[in-house]
């Protein structure tokens, strides 16, 4: 499967854990966005990475949340001390190196569904 | 701040009819505009883009329309089928560096 690839699918905290979302973009893209969707709404941009750069994070949050996208491995969205609210769907997606106004796309991963107890 | 916006959160469409789905946004700067569709417990796929510079693109049953002095674009589905019914949303991007998304029309096509 040369998709985009995001683990675990499921994922259940008690609040105050931390949560590890890990996402493999698809082969020879190198660009990197993560996406939060809350229940009954729509995609929320949180972070965009390439290699080793964080290149807007306008979307997360100030605290507890942190992106990286190492030279080697795979994308990490880190959420530390989990609140219920954090509950939602987390997908991380891909676009090629020259991102997004070249291929007019990103592609999804099947997203990680975070639940806090 | 809710720069795209797709005001119906459901539609339901008889089989083999059109669909239309709306979108409207806010941002002058937005050059690029995109519809995903979603099923549940999956990830959106790309469904078909426009460029600013176009007014109409069509790729099979689906055609996209914008009207940037109106700031509103739509897609059309036609004929509808049942497989198309799914979560549509639209998107758009300035400057190349991120997606704003709406929060998506529910379509059911009925048969």
């Known amino acids: ?117 | 701040d809710q720069q795209v916006k797709q005001n119906s959160p459901s539609l339901s469409v008889q089989e083999g009819r059109i669909s239309i789905l709306n979108c409207d946004y806010t941002n002058s700067m937005f050059d690029y505009f995109l519809w995903y569709k979603k099923y549940p417990a999956e990830g959106p796929t790309f469904l078909i883009s426009i460029s600013s510079i176009k007014d109409k693109n069509e790729d099979g049953r689906f055609t996209v329309f914008l009207n940037k002095s109106a700031k509103h674009l739509s897609l059309h589905i036609v004929p509808s089928q049942p497989g198309d019914s799914a979560v549509y949303f639209c998107a758009a991007s300035a400057g190349a560096q991120k997606l704003v998304f709406g929060q998506g029309t529910r379509l059911t096509i009925n048969p």
Not at chain 1, 30 to 39: I, K
Request: net charge positive; aromatic share 10%; with cysteine.
């Open chain 1, 1 to 117: 499967n040369a998709g985009v690839m995001q683990n675990p699918r499921h994922l259940v905290r008690r609040r105050g854990q931390e949560a590890r979302l890990r996402c493999s973009p698809m082969k020879g893209h190198s660009h990197v966005y993560w996406y939060r969707q809350l229940p009954e709404e729509g995609l929320k941009f949180m972070v965009y990475l390439q290699k080793e750069n964080i290149i807007d994070e306008s979307g997360m949050p100030k605290e507890r949340f942190s992106a990286e996208f190492p030279k080697e491995g795979p994308s990490i969205l880190r959420i530390q001390q989990v609140v219920r609210g954090d509950s939602a769907a987390y997908f991380c997606a891909s676009s090629l190196n020259t991102g997004i106004s070249n291929t007019g796309e990103l592609f999804f991963g099947e997203g990680s569904r975070l639940t806090v107890l």
